[in-house]
């Protein structure tokens, strides 16, 4: 059983960064595509980015293109969101998401998509204020 686990959410001010890590568990991390999703309060969870076995092949949500930036460490089991020039609708909780793959690919167009994925964290709030 892989267990996910979000770190470093909070508050902090609209143009302010944070970065968020998800912790993962067990010796196959580098071999999940793995990804970040948001939800915010009274809305459907969202994609943000997706990455694959490295930090090559990465698709993002076009909401936070150029100021998300998603890398992975896989020595470190762990994957991170530096997210930059934060707004308000970028307020919500954000969940880390794995899926083992046989082969390395792409996230593509099934990465994009929440039920693609086996294994989610517990998430962590991140709130901008204006």
């Known amino acids: 059983q892989v267990q996910l686990v979000e770190s470093g959410g909070g508050l902090v001010q609209a143009g302010g960064s944070l970065r968020l890590s998800c912790a993962a568990s067990?010796?196959?991390?580098?071999?999940?595509?793995m990804a970040w999703f948001r939800q915010a309060p009274g809305k459907e969870r969202e994609f943000v980015v997706a990455?694959?076995?490295?930090?090559?092949?990465?698709k993002y949500a076009d909401s936070v293109k150029g100021r998300f930036t998603i890398s992975r460490v896989n020595a470190q089991n762990t994957l991170y969101l530096q997210m930059n020039s934060l707004k308000p609708e970028d307020t919500a909780v954000y969940y880390c998401?794995?899926?083992?793959?046989?082969?390395?690919?792409?996230?593509?167009?099934?990465?994009?998509?929440?039920?693609?994925?086996?294994?989610w964290g517990q998430g962590t709030q991140v709130t901008v204020s204006s």
């Open positions: 990455i694959g076995w490295n930090d090559f092949t990465t």
């Open positions: 998401a794995a899926r083992p793959t046989i082969t390395a690919q792409a996230p593509g167009i099934m990465g994009m998509m929440g039920s693609w994925y086996t294994y």
């Open positions: 067990g010796p196959t991390f580098s071999r999940f595509v």
